[in-house]
């Protein structure tokens, strides 16, 4: 008898969180009452009016509240890096870009011309150049690159 009593305590327990847990999870649902009275102005109220016609109108709130929009990342920014064949530097900014997934585009001076040609009008002298968005990096620091891509 008495394991009895205690397995059917446990289970109303569990039963209980269970249900309040469900219950947070949900969205919240209230319901709001229009009516107009007898000079023709419109009420609204939570509660049922006791002398007048009514319409409920119903209202539901959002489960959690809305995601703070500040926070939101910035759109990707086009990342363009200048490299060369046998540039040491240039396989460390790509190694880097690529373990943390930073989509770019590599141009090849030693083995492009039309490369060649857009990375002497930037009038660099040393590979790598990284241009992201409109700023340029001449070298490789991952932290500048980091922070490059954090800008707005």
Known sequence: MQATLHFMQCLMTRWLVFLVLAGSFMPAQAELYR???????????DREPDDAEFESLEIK?????PADMSKKKPAAKSVLIYTSSTCAYCKQAKAWMKSNKVPFTERNITTSRSARRAFDK??????????????RMNGFNPRRLQDLLDAP
Do not use: E, T
């Not at 009516?35 to 609204?44: K, T």
């Not at 930037?122 to 700023?135: D, E, F, M, N």
């Open 35 to 45: 009516y107009v009275d007898d000079s023709g102005q419109v009420h609204y109220s």
């Open 61 to 65: 709130l959002p489960a959690s509240a």
């Open 122 to 135: 930037l009038g660099a002298r040393a590979v790598p150049v990284i241009l992201v968005g409109k700023q």
